[in-house]
């Protein structure tokens, strides 16, 4: 019997480690295609180097280019409003999952992005109508169920005393308060900073700005920026780390926190999204107020230092939820009973 010709849309390939989108398709890829015969429909590498217009835009009117190329799936599955959006105007059942619970425009890098609120709105509004599955990443919604970061790699879970430095993973813009963490950095001991450098991984607006802050403190050039890693390499570097530091105003469910847990890695983070969920302070690592001060945070990582062991055997056996055999078979399940329905 033939597979079912699935279709994924993303806005990025699935080996980019930008946000957390990718990754999350690209754990999920080996279960789908045993499952599906699968396909890609993403924005082109080159599309991607544009800097003066938003990539949501862009990707949308790529989108709109090569929608005829949609009618020859049975399914389409969309991580992506943009790509819902467009989808939803075809014939071809479609699977839509919310990357978090804030209208995206909430974080554009762009001045205007505020403006354009009420346009996603609208767009949510119809692939909730439209959609023939949802599911939600970030906190849950009335009547759409939840579906967890799907984990799946082979990194080595490293051993407790050769991990060393701290690490953020994610997006450089405003929202994610990365100058938040390097100030806390800066008023670590010099004994910590010695043998603990701070790692930060991705690209992003801000990324200047952060570099110039960091040069502008004390922290003797213990500060790396290591630029936008393949998902693969991301990790390897993540498990040699010994805590995940994020500080973001506002998330869904950030995949780097998936990730470092299922390494074993302790996080500290503010309490937004859907984090509270799996994050427990004094257990897998620290959840703060989204307004912390630097002395709470600075007192979560020598906790967390001066107990390692159990931090690190907790966060690990707090990873057992984002398995990707198990989140990926309860949604080919799914989507095997809505292709049996149409």
């Known amino acids: ?119 996603f709105e609208f767009m949510e509004r119809r692939i909730i109508k439209k959609a023939a599955l949802l599911y939600t990443v970030g906190n849950e919604r009335p009547g759409i169920p939840k579906i967890f970061n799907p984990i799946y790699h082979s990194v080595k879970i490293k051993s407790f005393d050769s991990k060393s430095g701290f690490i953020f993973s994610g997006r450089l813009e405003k929202i994610k308060n990365i100058d938040k963490i390097i100030r806390v950095y800066a008023k670590l001991s010099p004994a910590i900073q010695k043998v603990n450098p701070l790692y930060i991984a991705g690209m992003g607006s801000q990324e200047n700005v952060l570099k110039e802050l960091a040069a502008s403190l004390p922290i003797h050039g213990n500060v790396f920026f290591l630029g936008n890693l393949k998902n693969d390499d991301l990790i390897e570097v993540d498990s040699s780390k010994k805590i995940l530091l994020m500080a973001s105003s506002q998330e869904g469910f950030p995949m780097a926190i998936a990730e470092a847990l299922s390494l074993g890695v302790p996080v500290i983070s503010t309490n937004t999204g859907d984090i509270p969920r799996f994050l427990k302070s004094n257990y897998n690592g620290f959840l703060l107020p989204v307004i912390f001060s630097d002395d709470e945070y600075v007192q979560s990582i020598e906790t967390i230092l001066g107990d390692y062991e159990r931090f690190s055997i907790n966060a690990l056996a707090s990873a057992a939820v984002f398995k990707a055999d198990r989140v990926s078979g309860a949604l080919i399940n799914d989507i095997n009973k809505i292709i049996s329905k149409n």
């Open 1 to 119: 019997m033939a597979k079912l010709k699935l279709c994924i849309v993303n806005s990025c390939s699935i080996e980019k480690s930008y946000g957390g989108i990718a990754p999350f398709m690209k754990n999920l890829d080996p279960f789908l295609n045993d499952a599906f015969d699968v396909k890609y429909l993403v924005l082109p590498d080159f599309l991607h180097n544009i800097q003066f217009i938003p990539r949501r835009l862009i990707f949308m009117m790529y989108m709109i280019a090569n929608r005829r190329r949609l009618k020859k799936f049975d399914v389409v599955l969309s991580h992506v409003p943009e790509g819902s959006y467009i989808v939803s105007y075809g014939n071809v059942p479609f699977v839509h999952i919310f990357h978090g619970n804030f209208n995206p425009m909430s974080q554009s890098r762009f001045w205007y992005g505020k403006y354009f609120k009420r346009v």
